[in-house]
């Protein structure tokens, strides 16, 4: 039977083998995650989780969704997209990346949501995730101090700063620095579902909902081809959030999370297939 200190070994000789350029990384498995083993190979700073932070704004909107502030199957235009629609990328508007793209429009949101919409299609957009939190600001106000205090506070995560538009809005699908240790404890609270030291954070639903009802895609490579609420299926038999440069909470079928900082962006893949090979292997 695998354990956290066996699986963490794997990979660590893995990422020395290939040069990996990894920060530190953190596995617990067993119930409630009480088998725990970490390494770093750098000092253990907060550092941006980049996409990782979607995740963060999903488990944000079903904490508001449990106390009745919002429902995320209400249209919030005449089209019909709604806020599920946003933090599963299947609202249909076309809004390419940028750098600066917190900077390019007066307002990101509004220009976001003045964009024709494709249907139900899925495409892949840090502005359907800064929209939807703007959505959720209108019903629960800041949203950054809505996730301190009912998220960071109950897990023990203090003092976070969430990087802001001019406007004063969070940036939403980015823009949160942690340690590896504390994005840890968010992806043991996912794979708990919504459960942290006996206390119930948010509703499993929304937990659920990360790898659940796929959107699938055709024509993208291994690990790509399933999205859900922040989500992505794969490689092999896991799901993943998965942040630029190798952030990543990787979750298998039973009661192991993995999460891994790094600074590697075009490594990253190659290491979560590994990972999810390891983690069959010792099942």
Same mark, same amino acid.
């Given at each position: ?5 066996t ?20 596995v #617990? ?8 083993? /970490?390494?770093?190979?750098? &000092? !253990? +700073?907060?550092? =941006?989780?980049h ?16 106390d009745?502030?919002v ?19 299947? #609202? ?8 600066? /793209?917190?900077?390019?429009? &007066? !307002? +990101?949101?509004? =220009? ?61 699908? =980015? ?57 992505w ?21 039973g009661?192991?999370v ?26």
């Open positions: 039977m695998s354990t956290a200190q699986i963490l070994d794997a990979v660590v000789r893995h990422v020395d083998e290939t040069g990996f350029t990894a920060h530190g990384i953190h #617990s498995t067993g119930s409630s995650g009480r088998d725990v083993a /970490e390494h770093h190979w750098t &000092p !253990d +700073l907060r550092r =941006e989780v996409s990782a932070a979607k995740g963060i704004c999903v488990l944000a909107t079903g904490i508001a969704a449990d009745g502030l429902d995320v199957d209400e249209p919030i235009r005449e089209d019909g997209v709604t806020l599920r629609h946003l933090l599963t990328m299947t #609202s249909g508007i076309d809004m390419p990346w940028s750098a600066t /793209e917190l900077t390019d429009w &007066p !307002d +990101l949101a509004a =220009e976001f949501l003045r964009r024709p919409s494709r249907g139900r299609v899925f495409q892949y957009a840090n502005a359907s995730t800064y929209t939807a939190m703007r959505v959720l600001e209108t019903r629960v106000g800041d949203v950054g101090a809505f996730v301190s205090r009912r998220l960071f506070d109950p897990l023990g995560i203090e003092d976070v700063d969430w990087q802001r538009c001019p406007n004063g809005y969070v940036a939403a699908g =980015e823009g949160i620095a942690l340690r590896t240790e504390e994005l840890a404890r968010i992806g043991r609270l996912i794979q708990d579902r919504g459960v942290s030291g006996g206390q119930r954070i948010v509703g499993g639903r929304w937990c659920d909902a990360m790898h659940t009802d796929w959107f699938e895609r055709e024509g993208t490579g291994p690990g790509y081809h399933r999205y859900a609420m922040a989500g299926g794969g490689p092999g038999r896991i799901w993943r959030l998965h942040g630029a440069y190798g952030q990543m909470l990787l979750f298998d079928e009661e192991t993995v999460t891994i900082t790094a600074d590697d962006h075009f490594g990253a893949d190659a290491l979560a297939a590994f990972v999810a090979d390891e983690l069959a292997r010792q099942r």
